[in-house]
């Protein structure tokens, strides 16, 4: 069975990433209008740039 959640393991925490986020973040790096994305969390490699 599928899931719509991705978890992503960071150092000491796990994160899961939904379809929306997924979009939004593509939306963010295509320059097209999207949410406020301040409060969310996509740094997905843990360099924390």
Do not use: C, H, W
């Amino acid at each position: 069975m599928m899931s719509a959640v991705s978890p992503v393991i960071a150092e000491n925490a796990e994160t899961g990433y939904t379809i929306d986020d997924v979009r939004n973040l593509q939306d963010f790096l295509l320059t097209k209008p999207t949410e406020d994305l301040s409060g969310k969390n996509y740094d997905l490699d843990s360099d924390n740039a």
